[in-house]
């Protein structure tokens, strides 16, 4: 599709179980971008990468997320020992460059943490 | 510190009349803003922006107006129609600052038939 999409949709994992999200962004998109979106609340920065150069992980509440985006197209996240608190949607986003704001947006990923 | 605030959770209007949703934000810095619209089970899709160096821009039925003095945007579309109902995100950036994308906490807008 000529789309942000990105997988699992769904995902439930057990407290301390490592995941690992995948998002395949719009084909010659440099600009990627990982949100966090909690319930009832707007999408929360995480990481910027520009082609596979990760310029902003500012985001990142801890070092149990990660991201990376080694040929500069699909990028992966991350999160080890998942806590209940990681429960959110996760949203990824492209962008033409970085000269562009408009971002294009995936589905997300629902990820529940029991 | 939520550096973007939409105040109002939700807003419900009637069809073929104004919706205005409405977005403060605190950091001086921010010079690109944006509205995004979502649906359920969707991810957000981009709706309209505006520069700081403008304080108006019109796409349609949907306006953006700027007030960098009062660091406040409101979207007004006009008519409303059923299908407008939605999430609406307020989002600023500011360019010279990194790439961050700040977003509100969002409004849902009802446009009763």
């Known amino acids: 599709g000529a789309g942000v999409s990105q997988s699992p949709r769904y995902k439930v994992a057990k407290r301390g179980q490592d995941v690992a999200l995948r998002c395949d962004p719009i084909?010659?998109?440099?600009?990627l971008f990982w949100y966090q979106q909690a319930l009832g609340q707007g999408p929360e920065f995480l990481t910027y990468?520009?082609?596979?150069?990760?310029?902003?992980k500012s985001g990142l509440p801890s070092d149990r997320f990660f991201a990376e985006r080694p040929e500069g197209s699909v990028s992966t996240l991350k999160i080890q020992r998942t806590q209940q608190e990681d429960s959110a949607v996760y949203l990824c986003?492209?962008?033409?460059?970085?000269?562009?704001?408009?971002?294009?947006f995936g589905p997300g990923t629902r990820l529940t943490v029991l | 510190d939520q550096q973007v605030k939409q105040n109002s959770p939700s807003l419900s209007v009637q069809e073929g009349r104004i919706s205005i949703l409405n977005c403060d934000y605190t950091n001086s810095m921010f010079d690109y803003f944006l509205w995004y619209k979502k649906y359920p089970a969707e991810g957000p899709t981009f709706l309209i922006s505006?520069?700081?160096?403008?304080d108006k821009n019109e796409d349609g039925r949907f306006t953006v107006f700027l007030n960098k003095s009062a660091k406040h945007l409101s979207l007004h579309i006009v008519p409303s129609q059923p299908g407008d109902s939605a999430v609406y995100f307020c989002?600023?950036?500011?360019?010279?600052?990194?790439?961050?994308?700040?977003f509100g906490a969002g409004t849902r807008l009802f446009v009763k038939a």
């Open positions: 986003a492209s962008s033409r460059d970085y000269s562009y704001n408009e971002q294009f």
């Open positions: 989002a600023a950036t500011a360019n010279t600052g990194g790439f961050k994308t700040i």
């Open positions: 990468f520009q082609n596979e150069a990760q310029l902003d």
């Open positions: 084909s010659g998109h440099v600009s």
């Open positions: 505006i520069s700081s160096i403008k």
